[in-house]
Every structure is written in structure tokens, then in C-alpha cells.
């Protein structure tokens, strides 16, 4: 977004944006949950596991975010949100024999730890704090588990005000990433010892699509 296009009184917040982004790829690309994923090492259910993970972690982002629907400017990334989580969905439904798993899907303690973060955000009116975890969450899925030149695209932010919710909003960026990474840490330890599958339902590739 140019400066020309930035509302009035807003603070450009996007080349942060797109640096955190950058920084969320390259971080999930050296994490040993990716590396199981791409050598094959992780089974469907460690796979279906951290796919849930992130599904269910944008829902729970899109739930808080429609609590304030009369926002002009968080249409577009509400949208957004909206959006991944039914392609993930449908991604997961066809890995899944049924659509039940999405009543009985796991939930590592790392998503009870985010789920309260979230919670909390919410009751105190911390939009900042949402649409920064809300940021970080789409750089996840729109990372890929093998290095590739695919230019990310990363919603336009538009509600940073002053330089103290600048500060918030890089701030919460980073909590977010701690919490993401803690998902791909929490399913690498619940699936540790397991054998490497030559065929799966859910192969790196399909996963790499699916949260594209």
C-alpha cells in the first residue's frame, strides 16, 4: 500500500509485516516439524495434527476479529481469514475418511495456551494484539516445507495510530510466533519414535498446497 493509499493519520506498518513474514518462513522451513513432514518421518496423524493446528488457530482468529465487524478496515483481512480456513478445511476433509474430525480434532497445549491468550485479547478490546496474531497465523499457512521463490502475500494493516501501538503490535507479533512455533514443537514430541511412511493421505506436497 503506498503512502498515497494509507489512510490519514496511519502509521505504515507493512514492510514490518513483510520482514515477520519472511522470518515466519524461514523459521518453519529449518523447524524439525517440516523436516519430518518432507522426509516423510511424520505419520498422517502427526500431519493431520499440525494442519489442525493451524486451521483451527485462524478460526479461533476469525471468531475474536468478527466480534468487531463494524470495522471498515478489517473487512479485507476478515475475509482473508475466512477464506483460509475453509480451504483448509476442505483439505483436511478430503485427508480425513469423514468430516467428523473436525469434532474430535486434536488440540496440542500449546493451542489451550493460545486459545487463553486469545480469550484475553478479546474481553480487553485488544484489536492491535488480534490482527498482529492474525498476521503472523497467514504468514504460517502461506509458508511452504521446501525453499521456494513464491512472493508471500501479506494482508495490509491499516489501524496502527501512534508509535505505542506500533510497539504493541510488533510486540504481539512476536508473542505469535512463539505460540506458532510451539505447535510444530508440541506435535514433534506427540509423534516422536514413529516410523517413516512411504505412502501417506497427506503427503508434504498436499500440505504445502493446502496452506497456500
Same mark, same amino acid.
Given at each position: 500500500m503506498s503512502a498515497a493509499e494509507r489512510p490519514a493519520g496511519t502509521i505504515d506498518v507493512n514492510p514490518v509485516i513483510t520482514a515477520t513474514s519472511e522470518n515466519v518462513r524461514e523459521m518453519l522451513q529449518r523447524s524439525a516439524v517440516w523436516t519430518r513432514m518432507s522426509d516423510g518421518s511424520l505419520p498422517f496423524a502427526g500431519r493431520a495434527s499440525y494442519l489442525e493446528q493451524h486451521?483451527?488457530?485462524?478460526?479461533? *482468529? #476469525?471468531?475474536? #476479529?468478527? &466480534?468487531?465487524? &463494524?470495522?471498515?478496515? *478489517?473487512?479485507g483481512l476478515r475475509d482473508q481469514v475466512r477464506l483460509t480456513v475453509e480451504k483448509m478445511g476442505d483439505a483436511l476433509d478430503r485427508s480425513h475418511a469423514t468430516a467428523r474430525w473436525r469434532e474430535h480434532h486434536v488440540t496440542m497445549p500449546s493451542m #489451550?495456551?493460545?486459545?487463553?491468550?486469545?480469550?484475553?485479547?478479546? &474481553? /480487553?478490546?485488544?484489536?492491535?494484539?488480534?490482527?498482529? /496474531?492474525?498476521?503472523?497465523? *497467514?504468514a504460517a499457512v502461506s509458508a511452504c516445507p521446501v525453499p521456494t521463490t513464491d512472493e508471500l502475500t501479506s494482508p495490509s494493516v491499516t489501524l496502527i495510530h501512534n508509535e505505542e501501538q506500533e510497539e504493541l503490535f510488533v510486540e504481539e507479533m512476536s508473542a505469535a510466533l512463539v505460540f506458532l512455533m510451539a505447535h510444530g514443537s508440541d506435535v514433534v514430541r506427540a509423534?516422536?519414535?514413529?516410523?517413516?511412511?512411504?505412502?501417506?493421505?497427506?503427503?508434504?506436497?498436499?500440505?504445502? &498446497?493446502? *496452506?497456500r
Open positions: 486451521w483451527d488457530g485462524l478460526r479461533v *482468529l #476469525l471468531g475474536a #476479529l468478527d &466480534n468487531f465487524e &463494524n470495522i471498515p478496515d *478489517l473487512r #489451550l495456551q493460545f486459545r487463553r491468550r486469545v480469550t484475553e485479547m478479546t &474481553n /480487553h478490546g485488544d484489536l492491535i494484539g488480534l490482527v498482529a /496474531h492474525t498476521v503472523v497465523r *497467514l509423534y516422536q519414535g514413529q516410523k517413516q511412511e512411504s505412502t501417506c493421505a497427506v503427503t508434504a506436497a498436499m500440505i504445502r &498446497n493446502a *496452506l
